[in-house]
Each structure stands twice: as C-alpha cells, then as structure tokens.
C-alpha cells in the first residue's frame, strides 16, 4: 500500500466538501435564477401596460377618425342639399311678385284672360321646380303659431279665432330640404281683451 493513497476516511471528507461547495454554487444560481424572474416580471408589466396604451391610443384614433369620417359625410350632404339656399331665396321674391300680378289682374278682357292663363301656367312651373329641389311652402293659416318658421305682422283680437292661432299670411315661408329659408309673414290672433266693468 502506498503511502499516498488516500483511507476511506479521507475519501468521504473530500466528498462532503464537494458537495457543500456545489450546494452553495446551486444556491447561488438558483438566487441569481429568481432575481432574474423578478426582473423579467417587472419587464412584463411595464411592456404590458405600455401595450395598453398603445391599444388605447390606437381606439381613441379610429374613433376620432369614424367621427371626422361621419362629421365629413354630413357636411358633404348638406352642401348637396343646401347648395340652392341663395339662388332660392333671391329666386322667391320673383314668385311672389308672379302670385300678386296674377291676383290683381281682374277683369273679363281677353288680353286678362291670356295673362292669367300664362301666369297660372309660370306658377305651376315654379311649383314643380319648387316639389323637385325640396323647397316646401309654409301657409300656416289656422295653424298655431310658430316663432321657428313665423314671423308675427301683426296681433289682433278675432271673434270666434283661438289666440296665438294665424288667421292671416301676409307672405309665405320656404323651407329647402327642412331648413327655414325665409320665415311666413302672419297676422296671430291675440286673446280678448276682458271689459272691467264697475258696478255701481
């Protein structure tokens, strides 16, 4: 037996010292592992709470976007549908003046008779034109009275005539598309006065 070689004993003991140095060498490992966890967590979090944001901002655009898209259509409808507003209302003082010659030609004459056939006819192309780009009258008479679409001449107190109820237009109103383009003239009804009587 040589003199170098090692007795079990001495075996054993540099055995455990192995081992207590790969358990500390495990420990530590296994302490670097979790802190790396915990970072890897905190990173999560943070990339996870950044992608919210991002889908946040990302909905809150496409919805700016459906509104300026909706807010665009709109718009573009009602150039469309409003884009007659001032030829239309230079164009209705032209019919009215139409109506009033047409109501003060009176008389049996055969000239009279032809003017009138011509401007019933000049009226009832207006008309049409009027049913085709949506330009709707406003003859409120009877009607309550409106200050959207009305404009009060005149108030007077009328027999038998609910107050605040048209019993005469002065000059009709336009609507285009909905839209008041010039508001009726009207007389309204107003309530009757009451007589304070005194007995005596």
């Known amino acids: 037996m040589s003199i170098d070689q090692e007795t079990p004993e001495s075996q054993v003991d540099a055995e455990l010292e192995d081992t207590s140095i790969n358990d500390e060498h495990l420990h530590t490992e296994v302490a670097e592992h979790e802190f790396t966890l915990e970072e890897l967590k905190v990173e999560l979090s ?89 330009i709707e009258a406003i003859d409120p008479i009877g009607e309550a009275f409106n200050p959207e679409q009305h404009q009060a001449m005149l108030m007077q ?22 839209r008041l383009l010039r508001p009726a003239m009207v007389v309204v009804a107003k309530p009757a006065e009451k007589s304070s009587e005194i007995d005596e």
Request: aromatic residues 10%.
């Open 46 to 134: 943070k990339a996870q709470e950044k992608a919210q944001e991002n889908w946040d901002k990302a909905l809150r655009t496409q919805a700016e976007m459906e509104n300026l898209k909706r807010r665009t259509q709109k718009d573009l409808e009602d150039a469309h549908k409003f884009a007659l507003t001032n030829f239309a209302k230079e164009i209705l003082p032209v019919f009215d003046s139409l109506v009033l010659g047409l109501q003060a030609a009176t008389g049996d004459s055969e000239e009279v008779k032809k003017f009138r056939e011509g401007s019933e006819l000049t009226i009832k192309q207006f008309e049409a034109l009027f049913t085709k780009f949506k």
């Open 157 to 178: 107190e009328i027999e038998n005539a609910e107050p605040n109820t048209v019993v005469n237009v002065f000059q009709k109103g336009y609507l285009l598309n909905g």
